[in-house]
């Protein structure tokens, strides 16, 4: 197995079904941002959400879905040749995975794709002992989202963070306190059918615990975006708190924590997660 591959394993315990899928998730995720690399992808596009967050800061979530936003609004942006690159990337390093877009069901400024591929077949590449992948259905797929914005809320900020595996390269990201901002936005915004994420909560704790500061100005800009926020009403930090209290006052907890504890190693980490413990956390809420 190459080397790159390797130093990306470890850590994971290969003897379990859960690591073992978790593993080989991550896996293909370095591996297509080093294709989007390699295609200057970033020039144009910054990455941003929870896989940001895991692999760029070291988050102790898995996540599955890769989201990026263009710089600038381009509603002609063609994804299609980037997606080239991620398949030949990860053919070189002995998977077999198909990479294709997704149509549009409407007007979104969304381009979407997914990363397929059998699940069994993708795991012994890896190494993966038959007996756990045994456990899992011969057809069952690993199924990643890939997702751009071509239509970005302004005023955020970027940085180029490195990477060294499976080789150096580099990611243009969001800063940590617009990549809160866009995380804050999930939390109080997202619209998955009558459920919320628990993920979305989870990254919301991880940013109080490190102290990153939420940038107001472009969560703002998101709000106004999806029309959950007025241009001329004024965004500052008692209006979030009132935000976040009365979402925290409509969640169904139990809800919350089966969404995330799949993704997560210790669910002990839930143990404590209730309306009073959100609503005293949010205490410590910078802002900036």
Known sequence: MDHGLKTLLHGYNLTTRDDSENALKEVVQHLALMG??????????????????????????????????????????????YLKAIRTELEAFGFEYTVETRDKQNNSNIESAFIKGNTATNLLTIGVHQEIVGK??????IKIKFEVDTD?????EYEVKNVLVP???????????DLFAGKMHAVLCRQWKSRVKGRDFYDLIWFLGKKIPC?????????????HWKREDPMDRSALLELLNKKFGEIDFKMLKADVQPFIKDPHE???????????????????
């Open 36 to 81: 989007l690399w390699r295609s200057r992808f970033f020039e144009h596009t910054a990455f941003y959400g929870g896989t940001a967050l895991r692999i760029l800061h070291g988050s102790g979530r898995f996540s599955e879905d890769m989201d990026f936003s263009l710089l600038k609004k381009n509603n002609a942006f063609d994804l299609r040749p």
């Open 136 to 141: 899992f259905h011969r057809n069952q797929k």
């Open 152 to 156: 970005p809320p302004p005023k955020a």
């Open 167 to 177: 080789i150096p390269f580099q990611v243009k990201v969001f800063t940590q306190p």
């Open 215 to 227: 940038h107001l100005d472009h969560l703002k800009e998101r709000m106004i975006q999806t029309d």
């Open 270 to 288: 839930l143990d404590l997660w209730s309306q009073a413990f959100f609503c005293d956390i949010i205490l410590h809420l910078e802002v900036c």
